[in-house]
């Protein structure tokens, strides 16, 4: 199975900061890379897919980027409503497998 | 605009069977993949299986395989999950998702709200 490796496990951040989350595969996945937030007690929602396109809806402040085994989740202003937990899966080979999850928590 | 609601979840005994819903509208659900993933208590997220638009193509995850079955009605724009010998550590929020390709291999767009699986005794 590909292992997904995402660091840090957690960060503190403050409003306006820019925040980025790395993700490492255990083997090459192309671009096959989605990332998802959650929020406490909600169903995860998707942000970004083929590594660095967004899904319909999710504003531009969030970007993605890699390709290989590195990747990598920017947040370029954090607002309140971002403080969340955020996961990459990769869909490249089965069984599709998530990172640990970084939770963003308000310094 | 896409919906997907779960259903069946509740408290069993572990040994026993159960059967989830997933109801979707809002798209042609014929024409898409569609994705089971769980959560554990407290955990991070688990893929369980997917299914491609027409049924045809399954995948598990090692944890469920030759116990859980996943299947679809695409007459009733409905998704399943048959599990049976549940565990302990069946224990989840079980999440119905959907892909955005016909054969469930580009990735999830849409979930749905989950629905809570608990084995115990």
């Known amino acids: 199975d590909i292992q997904m490796t995402q660091s840090p496990s957690s960060l503190s951040a403050s409003v306006g900061d820019r925040v980025t989350i790395t993700c490492r595969a255990s083997?090459?996945?192309?671009?096959?890379l989605a990332w998802f937030q959650q929020k406490p007690g909600k169903a995860p929602k998707s942000l970004i897919y083929?590594?660095?396109s967004l899904q319909s809806g999710v504003p531009s402040k969030f970007s993605g980027s890699g390709s290989g085994t590195d990747f990598t989740l920017t947040i370029s202003s954090l607002q309140p409503e971002d403080f969340a937990t955020y996961y990459c899966?990769?869909?490249?080979?089965?069984?599709?497998?998530f990172g640990g999850g970084t939770k963003v928590e308000f310094k | 605009q896409v919906q997907l609601v779960e259903s069946g979840g509740g408290v069993v005994q572990p040994g026993r069977s159960l059967r989830l819903s997933c109801a979707a509208s809002?798209?042609?659900?014929?024409?898409?993949?569609m994705h089971w993933v769980r959560q554990a208590p407290g955990k991070g997220l688990e893929w369980v299986a997917v299914?491609?638009?027409?049924?045809?193509?399954?995948y598990y995850a090692d944890s469920v395989k030759g116990r859980f079955t996943i299947s679809r009605d695409n007459s009733k724009n409905t998704l399943y999950l048959q599990m049976n010998s549940l565990r302990a550590e069946d224990t989840a929020v079980y999440y119905c998702?959907?892909?955005?390709?016909?054969?469930?291999?580009?990735?999830?767009?849409?979930w749905g709200q989950g629905t809570l699986v608990t084995a115990s005794s």
């Open positions: 998702a959907k892909d955005q390709n016909y054969g469930g291999n580009l990735g999830i767009d849409f």
């Open positions: 809002g798209f042609i659900f014929s024409t898409y993949g």
């Open positions: 299914i491609s638009y027409d049924g045809s193509n399954k």
């Open positions: 083997q090459g996945i192309s671009n096959y």
């Open positions: 083929a590594a660095s």
């Open positions: 899966q990769q869909y490249d080979t089965y069984p599709l497998t």
